[in-house]
């Protein structure tokens, strides 16, 4: 999945207001300070923190 990275670019955490990195492998915009993971669907990354996914669940980091 191809996200606009325009429409990237100007995405924020809802959390931190910080800026979201585009994880290429599985289409998911990941904000490291909150180690959560949001869901793009159909091209549609969903910024709701409900939907987010940990990303110590996510991945196989320990921190
Ligand atoms: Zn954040």
Do not use: F, W
């Not at 990237?8 to 492998?25: A, F, Q, S």
């Amino acid at each position: 999945m191809q996200l606009d990275a325009h429409l990237v670019h100007v995405l924020v955490c809802p959390i931190c207001k910080g800026k979201l990195e585009k994880r290429l492998t599985d289409g998911y915009l990941v904000c490291k300070a909150d180690k959560l993971a949001y869901p793009v669907r159909d091209g549609i990354p969903i910024m709701i923190v409900e939907q987010a996914v940990p990303l110590d669940h996510s991945d196989h980091q320990v921190n």
